[in-house]
């Protein structure tokens, strides 16, 4: 198990290190906001995990790396937010029927993001493609921005937390030499 941890890690860092090398945290930046804005389907743990890496390396910095991960997190889902609640519900009851989504099931999810909400952005952090997509449906399903924005930022913390001290703590163990 832990041959397939260390080679998958490995394997992530190897892949996202040639970018991060040569855009820095810029790139952290720009992809985990407009993952988190639900631009595009990519694994942002892959990022946080070499940001990580790259950190424990001496390439980047932790104390960067960090802050910068949560607060794209956090605007990308603030925007995805945003952007559900001016066209997610409206656009949802106009062209849902192309879906097979009724206006019964937006009721639904509704009435489901007004009692598991929290719990749903909070954990859904960890979950592809959840935290996508869970702005446009908190903001669409009328969440509500106040509750929305305290479990939505308490996720991206736990979230680029534990991806990205995790690989920092680990690398520190591992010799890897990335160049």
């Known amino acids: 198990m ?5 080679g998958t890690l490995t394997g992530m860092v190897r892949a996202t290190s040639p970018i991060l090398h040569h855009y820095g945290v810029a790139a952290i930046v720009a992809v985990l906001l407009a993952e988190n804005l639900g631009l595009i389907f990519a694994p942002g743990e892959s990022v946080i995990v070499a940001g990580g890496f790259l950190a424990a390396k001496g390439i980047l910095s932790i104390w960067v790396v960090i802050p910068a991960g949560i607060m794209a997190s956090i605007l990308g889902g603030y925007a995805a937010y945003a952007l559900g609640t001016r066209y997610g519900h409206e656009k949802m009851l ?29 954990v859904g952090r960890f979950i592809v493609p959840l935290r996508q997509l ?9 969440m509500g921005f106040p509750r929305f924005a305290l479990w939505s930022a308490v996720g991206a913390v736990l979230w680029v937390s534990v991806w990205g001290l995790g690989s920092w703590a680990l690398a520190q163990q591992i010799p890897v030499h990335l160049t």
Do not use: E, K
């Open 134 to 142: 869970q702005g446009y449906v908190a903001g669409a399903a009328a």
């Open 2 to 6: 832990y041959a397939w941890i260390i």
């Open 94 to 122: 106009r062209y849902g029927r192309y879906l097979r989504i009724t206006p019964s099931m937006l009721d639904r999810v509704h009435r489901f993001f007004q009692r598991f909400g929290a719990p749903v952005v909070t």
